[in-house]
Each structure stands twice: as structure tokens, then as C-alpha cells.
């Protein structure tokens, strides 16, 4: 572009035969300029606080329009729990709030959530900061939910901070990973094991510790996690230095769950890097969206800004 800008600044010191060279050169630099301020995939969801995207998951697809099931981290009565996001081609992001059950508690910090692998994506589980998780059923038409269950994570070590749960079909078998999130000096800490959903028990496996890169400051080394079909584990990192900001996030992909026999094997990427990066947004939410027009999706908490939604590599 600063080469287009040089080169047309000398042609117009130019004899009047270089006018259409310069149209063209003109042309050239608004369109590649045009190009640029269209290309902004950052999709807002809802602005203010009590909007931000702390979780995300696939609700259904087809082409380029995609449902997102989301939840806010909430944790006054009179503020949302669950929406749905629906997005046709590049329009904005339409909102439908999802009320919580009046017969069933309220839950507080919602940091989480994840469709349960074979519900047709119909069954999710919450999850939030204190390790409390929310099994229920989705009425996409009616916006509405039925909890089938509230349940816990047994032997929490003492002040943890859970960001992040998914689970995942590997070889037969449901494989839980839930992340405490760790704090600039302190790592975060990745569990693992086996889920089983009749009795609503983990069987922990193992833990690891993760400290990523990037951001360097006020991070939380693990904002979410989404696993796939193939064991790679994604993960999200996140910088809050307050309501305001600034902020910045990034997306790295943190290791390989595999299964042997009945045991889970993990390998740990010993030398992270962030597959995308981002300044201005902090990321609370990822999902996976496979096909030609699936990608990794994430989601933010930009707290007083609000949500926003974004597809890595996408372009208008």
C-alpha cells in the first residue's frame, strides 16, 4: 500500500501521459484499501457486561448459517445464564436470551460448556468456576432447557478456578478435560478422565501444568478448551487487566489425548506457540466447527464491551 501511495505521489510530477496510469494505481489502492475495512470478521454479540461469551458450543449447521448455544458468567438473579447466537452468511449476530428454570438453582459463574458427544446436539453440561456442572436438554425451537442434572466434581483442590470443561467421544469412550486456569506465575492445570454419565462420575486420570507464552501479563493461561474427534486438545489463553481493558488472547493448540487399552495417554506440546493471536479482545470461549465452512469459532468476555465472535482465517 505505501509503495502504491510512493509511486502515484512521483507520477503526478509526471507529464499528463501517466494520468491513466495513475486512475489505475488510484484504483488498485481503494480497492485494496476497500478490501481491508470489509474484512473485519468480528461479529458483536451484545454490548455491557452482563454479555459477555464465557462458553460456547455448536447447536446446529448448515452452510454458512450456524447456531451457537452460549454462556454468560453471570452472577446476579436479574442477568442472564444462556442464549442462543444465530449467524446467516455475514450478517450480524441474532440474540435469543434462554431463561433459566425457575425450579432448578441459579447457577453463578458459568465458565463453560460443551454438547455431550451422541445427544445430537441437543444435551449440554455447563459448567462453572467452582467445579458445579449442568447436565440439559435443549429446546432450540422454544429457546427454552430442562436440567436433567446438577452434579460436582469430587476432591477440588483448595482455590481452584475452573475456566474450561468439554467432553469428547475418543475410541468408544467419553473423556472428560477440565482446566483450572492459573495466574501469571502460577500454571494452569489440565485434568483428564473418564465420564460416566449414567452415575455422573469422573474418574480423574491425570493432570498437567500449562504456561503459555503469550499474553506475558495478567494471564490466564487457560480461558477454555475444546477437544476433538482425534484427540488434539485447543486451548485459549487470556490477559484481563480490567472491565476496560486492554486486552489480549491467543489460541494455541496444547498437546494429544489419546487412549491405551483402558488408559489415557497425554502428550504435552513441549514447545507452545499461539496459532492465532489477538490484541483488543479476551477469549472465554472456543468451539470446533468441522467441514469447508467450519473453523475454530471463539468468543469473548471484553467484559464492559460486551461479546464478540470470531472465525480464525475467515475473510469477506
Known amino acids: 500500500m505505501l509503495f502504491l501511495l510512493h509511486l502515484t505521489s512521483e507520477l503526478l510530477m509526471k507529464p499528463i501521459k501517466h494520468k491513466l496510469v495513475i ?53 446476579q438473579k436479574n442477568q442472564g445464564r444462556l442464549a442462543i447466537i444465530s449467524i446467516k452468511g455475514q450478517d450480524s449476530p441474532a440474540y435469543f436470551p434462554i431463561a433459566w428454570p ?46 436433567i442434572k446438577v452434579f460436582e466434581l469430587t476432591k477440588v483442590p483448595a ?21 483450572h486456569r492459573g495466574a501469571d506465575q502460577e500454571p494452569a492445570t489440565v485434568y483428564w478422565g473418564f465420564f460416566d454419565l449414567d452415575k455422573y462420575q469422573i474418574n480423574l486420570v491425570g493432570s498437567a501444568q500449562i504456561k503459555v507464552p503469550f499474553p506475558a501479563t495478567n494471564v490466564r493461561h487457560i480461558s477454555d478448551i475444546k477437544l476433538d474427534s482425534a484427540g488434539i486438545l485447543y486451548i485459549t489463553s487470556a490477559s484481563d487487566t480490567g472491565d476496560d481493558g486492554p486486552f489480549q488472547s491467543a489460541v494455541y493448540v496444547a498437546g494429544y489425548l489419546g487412549l491405551s487399552g483402558d488408559k489415557i495417554i497425554w502428550r504435552q506440546n513441549p514447545q507452545l506457540f499461539p496459532i492465532h493471536r489477538f490484541n483488543y479482545h479476551k477469549i472465554e470461549a472456543i468451539e470446533l466447527i468441522p467441514g469447508a465452512n467450519g473453523g475454530v469459532v471463539v468468543g469473548t468476555d471484553d467484559e464492559n464491551l460486551g461479546g464478540y465472535i470470531y472465525t480464525l482465517g475467515e475473510s469477506n
Do not use: C
Open 23 to 75: 486512475k489505475v494505481l488510484i484504483l488498485v489502492a481503494l480497492l485494496l484499501i476497500s478490501q481491508r475495512v470489509s474484512a473485519q470478521p468480528w461479529r458483536p454479540v451484545r454490548g455491557g457486561i452482563a454479555f459477555g461469551i464465557s462458553g460456547m458450543s455448536v447447536v446446529s449447521q448448515k452452510g454458512n448459517y450456524v447456531d451457537f448455544l452460549i454462556v454468560h458468567d453471570n452472577k
Open 102 to 147: 425457575s425450579n432448578t438453582e441459579l447457577p453463578t459463574d458459568l465458565e463453560a460448556l460443551t454438547s455431550i458427544p451422541g445427544k445430537n446436539n441437543s444435551r449440554f453440561i455447563a459448567f462453572s468456576s467452582a467445579g458445579k456442572g449442568y447436565d440439559f436438554q435443549l429446546d432450540s425451537t422454544n429457546k427454552t432447557i430442562s436440567v
Open 159 to 179: 482455590d481452584s478456578n475452573f475456566e474450561a470443561f468439554t467432553l469428547q467421544n475418543i475410541t468408544g469412550k467419553l473423556v472428560a478435560v477440565w482446566a
